[in-house]
């Protein structure tokens, strides 16, 4: 699908140079002499380069489509994470470099969206929200609210968050998955 140089925004996809690009960052510039552009930072989703290009207002790019799909997480071993298909019951496989830290928060029966490029899995999306427990935390030092009222905690699953002082070991919390960050206590 075109779409104009204009209408490019953070976290699209983009065909470019015959290569998948994730954009990172954009930016529209209108100097005082000249036609406006789009400066765009893009990462290759294969390559693992990052690529700064301008656009001309009036250029038109290429947006991938991608298809959507329903899984549910089922284990994983060394390398890979497994998946299945709440439908039709296909079950996948993908490599655990491609979903990163995020896949620590994976836990059995989560349902995720899997995003394909040419039946290729290129992203797995988590629920904005998931329950985690918290297995170690530091004790709490009084009168520490002049400076951060967070303190470190390590989760069950052996991700690092920062929790507020109420927190303690064993408790369950509510993580945002995208930013990996504390919500609230359950």
Same mark, same amino acid.
């Given at each position: 699908?075109? +779409?104009?140089?204009?209408? +490019?925004?953070?976290?699209?996809? $983009? ?34 380069? %990052? ?6 207002? !009036? ?14 997480? $089922?284990?994983?071993?060394? !390398? ?6 709440? %439908? ?5 496989? +993908? ?55 967070? %303190? #470190? ?10 929790? #507020? ?8 919390? +509510? ?12």
């Amino acid at each position: 699908m075109k +779409i104009n140089a204009g209408e +490019i925004r953070v976290g699209m996809l $983009l065909e470019h140079k015959n290569d998948l690009w994730q954009v990172l960052k954009t930016q529209h510039v209108k100097p005082g002499k000249g036609g406006a552009f789009a400066q765009v930072e893009m990462k290759s989703v294969n390559k693992n380069t %990052k690529l700064n290009e301008r656009f001309r207002s !009036n250029e038109t790019v290429e947006k991938a489509s991608l298809e959507e799909i329903q899984f549910n997480f $089922l284990y994983e071993d060394e !390398n890979n994470y497994f998946f299945i298909n709440t %439908k039709s019951f296909d079950q996948i496989e +993908i490599k655990k470099n491609i979903i990163g830290d995020k896949g620590k928060l994976l836990t059995e029966n989560l349902g995720v969206t899997i995003s394909f490029y040419n039946d290729l899995p290129i992203s797995v999306d988590l629920p904005n929200q998931v329950t985690c427990k918290i297995d170690t935390t530091d004790a709490a030092l009084k009168g520490q609210t002049v400076s951060s009222s967070y %303190k #470190p905690a390590m989760l069950v699953n052996g991700l690092n968050i920062q929790v #507020p002082p109420f927190i303690e070991s064993g408790d369950e919390v +509510i993580v945002d998955s995208r930013s990996l960050e504390y919500i609230k206590k359950i």
